[in-house]
């Protein structure tokens, strides 16, 4: 295709821009019970998206009180300005939110700039290094607030911003899509795990009594014991990161973050060598083994799909009887305010050793119970597993393509695209005077 980037123009992203706000500069006071108003913090923006169920709530007079400027909406973009710096988000729905300390909000002037293209063009290189240059200099990388709007941007026409944002989010879409189908699918199985396991209300528990144990009334026939009589307990540790043929594309090398969020983990952030495996060979784990996180973050708990290793702060729990695998990952889980307190214990960084966690305590269900349960949820985490596969193909397809389309490298401008829907028509502007830009 012929390089058509010389009909591109660089502009001040405050110029096609219908303003650029920051955060209220002061910690805004949250409450524990849920409601609907709920505050955005720098953990909540990753990879393109934004986060709104780990989320801190606070009441109607707050959240007036932190948008008198303006209210964020669906379509804003958000771009965190330290710790860390340079992750960006939009916002997919119109939930009554507020932005915590140390964010962005970008809203476009939809006749000028796809607010689409603008997420995508803050993940490429070209606004990533102005951001960096910003934020370098100090102990804390960090983007000044009025530097937000001296940020430069390369814009084609905007047709053909709608035409890379479309095909960039038709990804974002499918991935969108299979994240919310494993939330499901994982809830489906949770809740029978409830109904069996802590209501008690499993297939013909009509005919058998409850009993007392140490955990409280059990049914007759099932038993309480230790994580470690259910399972081989390991507890990962790190390899010399001085010798550098310990690390390679060999090993899933686990950490907490590769963690979050997923049911199973088929990826990591690093990778052991043959040479680092070998270091520690009684640490490798095969897969379907249950991860606790156990130092510092407790209790987040994942699935091994392949065989891998921990770093210390990751205990192991590998099943015994591999048909309680479903069963023990929802009893862990269930168990984290208990893991909480238990590495609590006046500490000033929380730590459930190895000690701790294999003399956990919990019941050990009828096998047939089990069995039933294994044989339902079996095939749920079978699903689960297979979708997190495909987003990760996504992902890279749209993470190859994103740099190349942003930069004009790939030419779509004579190619059929469907624009989405709600890209062809500007968004109807409200009456209400715009917020004061930055200065």
């Known amino acids: 295709m012929k390089d058509k980037t010389h009909q591109w123009k660089r502009v001040l992203i405050k110029d096609v821009c219908e303003f650029i706000l920051d955060c209220v500069n002061k910690t805004a006071p ?3 019970s849920p409601t609907p108003y709920k505050m955005l913090r720098t953990t909540n923006v990753k990879a393109g998206s934004i986060d709104l169920i780990n989320v801190k709530y606070v009441t109607k007079e707050i959240y007036d009180n932190w948008t008198r400027r303006a209210v964020p909406r669906k379509g804003d973009v958000i771009l965190t300005r330290e710790a860390p710096l340079g992750l960006v988000g939009i916002l997919r729905t119109n939930d009554t939110i507020f932005l915590g300390q140390r964010l962005i909000q970008y809203r476009t002037d939809p006749e000028k700039l796809n607010n689409y293209f603008l997420l995508y063009a803050f993940q490429a290189y070209n606004l990533q290094a102005q951001i960096r240059s910003f934020g370098s200099g100090a102990t ?15 814009l084609p026409d905007l047709l053909l911003q709608q035409k890379i944002a ?11 899509n299979n994240t919310r189908r494993i939330k499901i699918l994982e809830q489906m199985a949770k809740l029978i ?11 013909g528990h009509e005919n058998v009594k409850m009993v007392s144990s140490e955990l409280g009334e059990i049914p007759e026939g099932w038993k309480v014991k230790t994580l470690g009589e259910l399972g081989e307990i390991i507890t990962g540790k790190t ?12 090993v899933p090398f686990i950490k907490i973050p590769d963690m979050h969020g997923n049911l199973f983990c088929i990826s990591s952030s690093q990778y052991l060598s043959k040479t680092g495996e070998a270091s520690q060979k009684n640490k490798t784990l095969p897969k379907n083994t249950v991860l606790v996180s156990c130092i510092g973050t407790i209790g987040v708990v994942s699935i091994t799909s392949i065989e891998s290793q921990t770093n210390q702060q990751i ?37 459930v050793n190895k000690e701790k966690f294999q003399s956990v305590k919990v019941t050990d269900p009828d096998k047939n119970i089990v069995k039933t349960f294994h044989e339902i949820t079996s095939p749920i985490f079978s699903q689960i597993k297979n979708l997190q ?22 030419d779509v401008s004579d190619l059929d695209i469907q624009i989405r829907d709600d890209f062809k028509v500007p968004q109807v502007q409200e009456t209400e005077n715009k917020p004061k830009r930055l200065s």
């Not at 795990?193 to 297939?203: A, N």
């Not at 984290?336 to 238990?342: I, P, R």
């Open 30 to 32: 949250t409450i524990e």
């Open 140 to 154: 804390v990388e960090h983007m000044r607030v009025p530097d937000a709007e001296k940020l430069t941007i390369l």
């Open 166 to 176: 479309s095909i960039l989010s038709n990804y974002d879409d499918l991935i969108e």
């Open 193 to 203: 795990h409830e109904e069996w396991f802590i209501k008690f209300r499993f297939p």
């Open 239 to 250: 390899p010399s990161t001085k010798n550098k043929k310990n690390y390679g594309a060999y």
């Open 315 to 351: 205990n192991a729990l590998i099943p015994f009887d591999s048909k309680k695998l479903e069963y023990l990952y929802f009893e862990l889980k269930r168990l984290k305010a208990h893991l909480k307190n238990l590495g609590a214990n006046g500490a000033i960084l929380t730590n």
């Open 389 to 410: 596969f495909k987003n990760q193909n996504l992902c890279k397809t749209r993470d190859l393509l994103l740099p190349k389309l942003i930069s004009g490298e790939i």
